[in-house]
């Protein structure tokens, strides 16, 4: 007797991983941030808001949506306003896949004692950047 042999076909759809990412991780105060995405659906509406350090949240990236490619790639930006810290980035495309990046604007490393010795030239000229925008800034106000 020929005993039937019942074989079980499990399709699972594969998890897309989609990636977000910035041109630099950290910014001066008032610039404008490139964000990149790859890897999410082809040829979709893309949602991306931006959480501020304040934990407010933002959907000024240059719509409220942009669109993927043939490839499911965008490019949008995002225009700094001053407020130091970090941000997160939240990306979904209309079929559910979804990125995330963060990235700072004017968050440097704690200054040690001796920071003309400690600290490559290029970060303490950031830093010295960055606090003469803040107070210049306050001089506005």
Known sequence: MLVGLLVLIIVVSPVLAATVTTDKKDYVPEEVVTITGTGFTAE???YITVERPDKSTSQSVEEDQVYTDASGNFI?????????????????????????????????????????????????????????????REKQI
């Not at 209309?94 to 700072?104: D, I, K, Q």
Request: aromatic fraction near 14%; proline fraction near 8%.
């Open 44 to 46: 979709k509406a893309v």
């Open 76 to 136: 949008a930006t995002y225009q700094l306003d001053g407020i130091a810290g970090t941000y997160k980035i939240y990306a979904m495309d209309s079929e559910g896949v979804n990125g995330y990046a963060e990235f700072t604007d004017c968050v440097f490393p704690p200054i040690p004692e001796f920071p003309s010795l400690a600290l490559p030239l290029g970060m303490m000229v950031g830093l010295m950047g960055c606090v003469y925008f803040i107070k210049s």
